[in-house]
């Protein structure tokens, strides 16, 4: 099914030439999609690269930033990098493969909810400037909520919480679960399945929904980065739609961009690639956390949600980069319009000194000023650029000005979260620099 869907959606796009009303040529011709090509393609110097990315990456893995990671570099529309470093662990015996599947943590945001946000709005299901409990009717009765903006929402300017730790709700003071809400084997009432043998009660979304209506706002309109409403826009995007939210991803973006790895429980499908751990879980699921969501909100949502639960390769993760940084375009196929994509993509409250983009992160307000250990990301980045990072060391970023797509997976919070290296050594940007100047003479 999979492949007659690619075939009947299109990865080619059929160009036809008349000579005087008679048909003389029938090509398959890609348009937009991402192809491989060398460094030099681009005007880039392939050592230089090279060099310089694996030096970072190496120290990177001896000072335990992460026992492995992925970076892949595409510009002007050519994957110009694709290179795996290390290990799945530090026991150095699963190298990491080009292919693995990574737990993509709060990069779920902009690749999971926020296409499905961007296309409701395209299609005027949803407007940003009315208030959100017009669409989510149970903030209606809450004084506090009641006249926030999807806009607000979206661009971290409304002054919700952060984030709840749920999983307090469904673990007792000595550690052990609560039964009401956690068993070990289904049932009818417990069909979400949170990881291997630990299945959620049906209803625990409910009352993850109340604790977000009760949850504070902060009287004073500032920028205040919080999750909360990506753990319900799955369940709005279904009420807007009539499809369960993976399945709306998946025949609105993922098969048809041809990014056929990216989705949520990587575990309970038959891909091939293998998927790189996350932590040594000491709390709630006692054991090493791989193929299943490593944050424990979206675990407690069954592993679909809008604030982390998708897993993806480099590669399939890029397709979508680079169909954002196309202003909606990737392969021949239209996503979104042009303005919804310009829109969601421009900083919303910049004099609240607030960088944000509609769910998009930007640049930190005057970046290019920076040092490279004081800018986010990179400081050559340009202020069209858009992107986000994850917990579990994933970042993804694209800019448009530069026609550059930078996507870098890693799991640093092996073997547990502690590890901090990864930031302190900004690694990250590090890398993503490296590009800027890779076509320097001046270098």
Do not use: C
């Amino acid at each position: 099914m999979k492949s007659l869907f690619y075939i009947l959606t299109g990865l080619f796009v059929l160009s036809v030439q008349a000579q005087e009303g008679s048909l003389v040529k029938l090509d398959l011709i890609p348009e937009d999609a991402l192809v491989h090509a060398d460094p030099s393609k681009v005007g880039l110097d392939y050592t230089y690269i090279h060099t310089k990315v694996d030096s970072i990456l190496t120290e990177g893995i001896k000072k335990e930033a992460f026992p492995g990671a992925v970076v892949l570099v595409a510009k002007q529309g050519k994957i110009i990098f694709e290179e795996a470093y290390g290990y799945h662990t530090y026991d150095s015996i699963q190298p990491t493969a080009k292919d693995d599947l990574f737990d993509l943590a709060s990069v779920t945001k902009i690749a999971g909810a926020l296409p499905a946000l961007m296309k409701l709005v395209d299609e005027g299901k949803l407007d940003l400037d009315r208030p959100f409990s017009e669409y989510w009717e149970r903030w209606q009765m809450r004084k506090d909520k009641k006249d926030i903006t999807l806009r607000e929402i979206l661009a971290h300017q409304a002054g919700l919480e952060p984030y709840i730790i749920f999983l307090n709700e469904v673990i007792k003071k000595n550690g052990a679960l609560k039964h009401r809400f956690v068993k070990t084997e289904p049932n009818n009432r417990f069909r979400h399945q949170a990881f291997d043998g630990l299945y959620i009660k049906d209803r625990f979304n409910r009352k993850m929904y109340r604790m977000i209506d009760r949850s504070e706002v902060s009287e004073e309109k500032k920028y205040k980065y919080s999750g909360l409403t990506f753990l319900i826009f799955p369940e709005l995007i279904e009420q807007l739609t009539g499809d369960s939210y993976e399945y709306y991803l998946e025949k609105n973006f993922y098969l048809p961009l041809g990014a056929p790895t990216m989705g949520f429980k990587p575990s309970t499908k038959e891909f091939h690639n293998k998927i790189v751990p996350t932590e040594q879980d000491t709390i709630f699921r006692h054991t090493l956390t791989q193929g299943w969501v490593h944050d424990e909100n979206a675990s407690l949502l069954g592993g679909v949600s809008g604030n982390a639960g998708l897993f993806a390769t480099a590669t399939d993760l890029a397709k979508l980069m680079q169909m954002y940084m196309q202003y909606g375009v990737y392969d021949g196929k239209r996503y979104f319009s042009e303005n919804t994509v310009k829109e969601f993509i421009k900083v919303q409250y910049p004099e609240n000194e607030n960088r944000r983009g509609l769910g998009f992160d930007k640049p930190i307000l005057g970046n290019d000023t920076l040092q490279l250990k004081d800018a986010y990301p990179a400081p050559e980045v340009s202020p069209q650029s858009f992107g986000h990072s994850g917990f579990t060391g994933t970042f993804v970023w694209a800019d448009p000005a530069n026609q550059l797509v930078y996507i870098f997976l890693s799991n640093r919070v092996y073997p547990s979260r502690e590890h901090q290296a990864l930031y302190d050594l900004n690694i990250r940007s590090a890398v993503q620099q490296v590009f800027y100047q890779a076509g320097r003479d001046e270098r």
